[in-house]
């Protein structure tokens, strides 16, 4: 497949439709920029879907569907996130980045990835920017558009910006089509090899019964749906911990790192912090009075 | 696993991820909040995910998934330590906004 400039063309027109989409100064459409950007983007997937060979893409059609819908929710959601001028909705259109990308997973075949991400990033991490944007967030009305600060209303050098994306893009998706053939040296053992190596007393009765003896009241586990196949989640839980070993390791120790270092910082002392927030510290002693009270 | 998928279902996939790491990128550039500036990583972080699994469907191997692990990993450790900076350069400044920190510009 040559690299055809329609894809050139089409993420062109898109990065216009971003750039009058960005809040700015000068030329605010964000209607026609909108616009735009749904324009190159159906016009991208009209153009790539002639090529779709419907019936064998790996996938089921009726699931391929679903790519269209997650995909076209996660990039509407992202320009949300970068063109939104108030940092709570941008966070909470994250969200739906997160989600509509679960969904890309889920059409994969990806089960673990799919609610690992929902439940990682949608739960903890969203929770974590949401903590701190409510803890840093200036005062003012927050219905009155001039008490939004200047640097969330004004984008910082738009066209530079969006011209770099373009680049970006342009060679991210002229290598994304190129033409490209699965390692057959890649793939891994099937079930069944999986079963009769590794996990041979896989379908026999559950190990910690026999541990415990007969007569322990131990929960009823389910039978296996299909002993001869293997779950995403197993598949994914095999790999990390007998290929990737040590790279479990250093993700333990860097989240330790992190642990230590986030309580470090939070810890550290700032200098004149009481005189720069007047308001706060006679909250803080009015509320101390009233427990010695 | 089923079987791979095709080349040009990879390729929309790919679509998907490129698009979410460019629009992370421009976001990075042109927001001016530090927390909005974060959250750009994420989305970028986000776009390499779908790209790993697309690729992990493409050759038949989970070891693109298991990635994805590696990465929601950092994403946390990245979190929490951003935003404890963050927090500390706002208890300073009381702004969020990164030119109040241009100072160190040479």
Redesign the interface.
């Given at each position: 497949?040559q690299t055809p400039i329609a894809i050139y063309i089409a993420s062109f027109i898109g990065s216009v439709g971003?750039l009058l989409m960005?809040p700015k100064r000068w030329l605010n459409l964000h209607k026609l920029g909108a616009l735009l950007g749904a324009a190159a983007l159906g016009g991208?997937w009209l153009f790539?879907s002639w090529?779709?060979?419907w019936g064998?893409?790996?996938?089921s059609d009726g699931s391929?569907i679903y790519?269209y819908i997650f995909?076209a929710i996660?990039?509407i959601a992202?320009?949300r996130?970068?063109t939104n001028t108030r940092?709570v909705y941008?966070?909470l259109w994250?969200v739906m980045?997160?989600l509509a990308?679960a969904g890309?997973?889920l059409v994969?075949?990806?089960e673990?990835?799919a609610f690992?991400?929902i439940i990682?990033?949608g739960g903890?991490?969203l929770v974590?920017?949401m903590f701190?944007?409510m803890?840093?967030s200036?005062a003012g009305d927050p219905q009155d558009p001039r008490d939004i600060?200047?640097?969330?209303r004004?984008?910082?050098?738009?066209v530079?910006?969006?011209a770099?994306?373009?680049l970006?893009?342009s060679v991210?998706?002229t290598l994304?089509?190129e033409?490209?053939?699965?390692?057959p040296a890649?793939?891994?053992p099937s079930?069944e090899q999986i079963i009769e190596t590794i996990l041979s007393d896989r379908s026999a009765p559950v190990v910690a019964r026999t541990l415990a003896g007969d007569d322990a009241d131990l929960p009823a586990v389910p039978p296996l749906a299909d002993p001869r196949k293997l779950s995403?989640t197993e598949?994914?839980g095999?790999?990390?911990f007998q290929?990737?070993p040590l790279?479990l390791e250093l993700?333990g120790v860097?989240?330790l790192?992190?642990?230590i270092?986030?309580v470090v910082?939070?810890k550290?002392k700032?200098a004149g912090?009481d005189t720069?927030?007047p308001e706060a510290r006679s909250v803080w002693d009015r509320a101390n009075t009233w427990q010695d009270l | 696993m089923t079987g791979p998928i095709d080349q040009i279902t990879l390729a929309h996939f790919l679509l998907t991820g490129a698009v979410l790491f460019a629009l992370g990128v421009v976001g990075f550039l042109t927001r001016r909040n530090l927390i909005i500036m974060f959250l750009c990583t994420e989305m970028m972080f986000q776009g390499v995910a779908v790209s790993l699994v697309g690729f992990s469907a493409f050759h038949v191997n989970v070891t693109g998934q298991t990635f994805v692990i590696f990465v929601l990993t950092i994403a946390a450790a990245e979190a929490a330590l951003a935003l404890g900076l963050v927090v500390l350069l706002f208890r300073r400044k009381r702004t969020l906004d990164a030119e109040a920190w241009a100072g160190m510009k040479g």
């Open positions: 497949m971003l960005m991208l790539l090529k779709l060979p064998k893409l790996g996938v391929f790519y995909s996660s990039i992202s320009v996130v970068i940092p941008a966070a994250f980045v997160v990308s890309l997973f994969l075949g990806a673990f990835i690992a991400v990682i990033y903890a991490i974590t920017y701190v944007l803890l840093a200036q600060p200047v640097a969330d004004i984008a910082f050098e738009p530079l910006a969006i770099a994306g373009f970006l893009l991210l998706l994304a089509f033409p490209m053939a699965p390692n890649a793939r891994a079930d995403n598949r994914v095999l790999d990390l290929s990737h790279g993700a860097i989240l790192l992190a642990l270092g986030a910082i939070a550290t700032v912090e720069v927030n | -």
